[in-house]
């Protein structure tokens, strides 16, 4: 069963980048990383996921190293409106199945 | 919108009653997955059905229980509630049960349940 490590919280400003790490040093080969981010009382909604390298969409960036231990969700210029908690999952091969473990999150807080 | 339904939104009922919480997944796919959100807390896997029978079980109470029907919508019911079950119980629905885990799943608005 991967797990995954990700800081607790994390304070911004409007306009900064913000990275989040998560590690999985338990990944298993072929295992994906996904990226949900969470507003209070509402569902968790995806963000973006990767294999390896790195992926880029019209709202975040990953980046996964070679050895796939880590991953680094990248916020492009952040608004008060990401203020939320931020989940990273690895792929769980299951069998039969699999299921989405969600760890404890990365609260992050953006000031103005 | 995620294209998952739940209802009801919000219930409130008594300790020891029973509830059902209902969630209709997106069209086209074969998969539910329910989860408890307890206040402040992370997202606890319950269940997942795949196609009408039960894929893998999580951190799920025998007072709980869930299926999914011929028609794809799945219903959690939980009994005998205690003051603890109150929480957030969101359904998600994804395309496929995919063991090398590469599916997004989409989440529901969620039933907030406050027992009493």
């Known amino acids: 069963l991967a797990k995954t490590t990700q800081p607790i919280s994390m304070d911004s400003y409007e306009g900064q980048e913000v990275n989040i790490t998560c590690s999985h040093n338990?990944?298993?080969?072929?295992?994906?990383i996904t990226w949900y981010q969470q507003f209070p009382s509402q569902g968790p909604r995806f963000i973006i996921q990767?294999?390896?390298t790195k992926v880029t969409n019209e709202v975040a960036s990953l980046f996964i190293p070679a050895d796939r231990k880590s991953s680094t969700l990248s916020l492009p210029r952040v608004s008060l409106s990401d203020t939320a908690v931020y989940y990273c999952?690895?792929?769980?091969?299951?069998?039969?199945?699999?299921?989405?473990?969600f760890g404890a999150g990365t609260r992050l807080f953006v000031k103005a | 919108d995620s294209g998952v339904t739940q209802t009801p939104k919000h219930l409130i009922t008594a300790t020891g009653q029973r509830v059902t919480l209902r969630c209709s997944p997106r069209?086209?796919?074969?998969?539910v997955y329910w989860y408890q959100q307890s206040l402040d807390q992370g997202l606890q896997f319950l269940i997942q059905?795949?196609?009408?029978?039960?894929?893998a079980k999580g951190n799920i109470l025998e007072r709980f229980s869930a299926q999914q029907f011929p028609d794809l919508h799945s219903e959690l019911n939980l009994s005998s509630l205690e003051l603890g079950d109150s929480a957030l119980y969101f359904c998600?629905?994804?395309?496929?049960?995919?063991?090398?885990?590469?599916?997004?799943?989409?989440f529901g608005q969620g039933t907030r349940l406050t027992v009493v």
């Open positions: 998600a629905s994804s395309v496929a049960s995919s063991v090398t885990g590469d599916t997004e799943a989409f």
């Open positions: 990767g294999y390896k």
């Open positions: 059905y795949y196609n009408g029978e039960e894929r």
């Open positions: 338990n990944i298993a080969t072929n295992d994906y």
């Open positions: 069209s086209g796919d074969l998969s």
């Open positions: 999952l690895v792929g769980d091969r299951y069998t039969g199945g699999f299921k989405t473990i």
